[in-house]
T-cell receptor, first 113, second 111 residues
Framework: KAGVTQTPRYLIKTRGQQVTLSCSPI?????VSWYQQTPGQGLQFLFE???????NKGNFPGRFSGRQFSNSRSEMNVSTLELGDSALYLC????????????FGSGTQLSVL | GENVEQHPSTLSVQEGDSAVIKCTYS??????FPWYKQELGKGPQLIID?????GEKKDQRIAVTLNKTAKHFSLHITETQPEDSAVYFC??????????FGTGTRLLVSP
């Protein structure tokens, strides 16, 4: 069974631009969550989606948004990029909301210049 | 909110030795404590987890212990091998799908 797939693997953007990252969960998994990983702040929860609805949100500005499609695939969007948005963005999937075992993808490395 | 502290930040051992990584959490409502291993260029991989109604769990060379009273949990790796070298993260749940992670421990196993 294929794992969590994230695309693209690497992205380079400039300040002020926007970016969309994609995540395909493990087949059969219906819950998707997103995390940001930086050397300074570590791993931080961004948001969680289940049944195409955002169920939980971390402490990030409104420039960070996401959505989930009917096939459970998810995208996250960051608008008006700032230098501090440079990070590894990780997507994790689980079977259902109450299944707390999260399986992570390899992430998208975003660099903002 | 939940805060998870992890120690040590780096750990160097010889192949065959044991390694222990410790974490503490602050929110007594947390009831799920996973451990992840992250290798260079990869995402975190779930290696073992424990729920608050269990004191210890073992899977081959890896074990996790939990002390709810003291709000401590630890990862024990026995008979370490070079392929165990990676960054290890502990975490605690604060809601469905929402984990608060420790700051990570870089484990280096020398042959």
């Amino acid at each position: 069974k294929a794992g969590v797939t994230q695309t693209p693997r690497y992205l380079i953007k400039t300040r002020g631009q926007q970016v969309t990252l994609s995540c395909s969960p493990i087949s059969g998994h219906r819950s998707v969550s997103w995390y940001q990983q930086t050397p300074g702040q570590g791993l931080q929860f961004l948001f969680e989606y289940f049944s195409e609805t955002q169920r939980n949100k971390g402490n990030f500005p409104g420039r960070f948004s996401g959505r989930q499609f009917s096939n459970s695939r998810s995208e996250m969007n960051v608008s008006t990029l700032e230098l501090g948005d440079s990070a590894l963005y990780l997507c994790a999937s689980s079977l259902a909301r109450r299944d707390e075992k999260l399986f992570f993808g390899s992430g998208t490395q975003l660099s903002v210049l | 909110g939940e805060n998870v502290e992890q120690h040590p930040s780096t750990l160097s051992v010889q192949e065959g030795d044991s390694a222990v990584i410790k974490c503490t959490y602050s929110d007594s409502a947390s009831n799920y404590f996973p451990w992840y291993k992250q290798e260079l260029g990869k995402g975190p991989q779930l290696i073992i987890d424990i729920r608050s109604n269990v004191g210890e769990k073992k899977d081959q060379r890896i074990a996790v212990t939990l002390n709810k009273t003291a709000k401590h949990f630890s990862l024990h790796i026995t008979e370490t091998q070079p392929e165990d070298s990676a960054v290890y993260f502990c975490a605690a749940n604060t809601g469905f799908q929402k984990l608060v992670f420790g700051t990570g421990t870089r484990l280096l196993v020398s042959p």
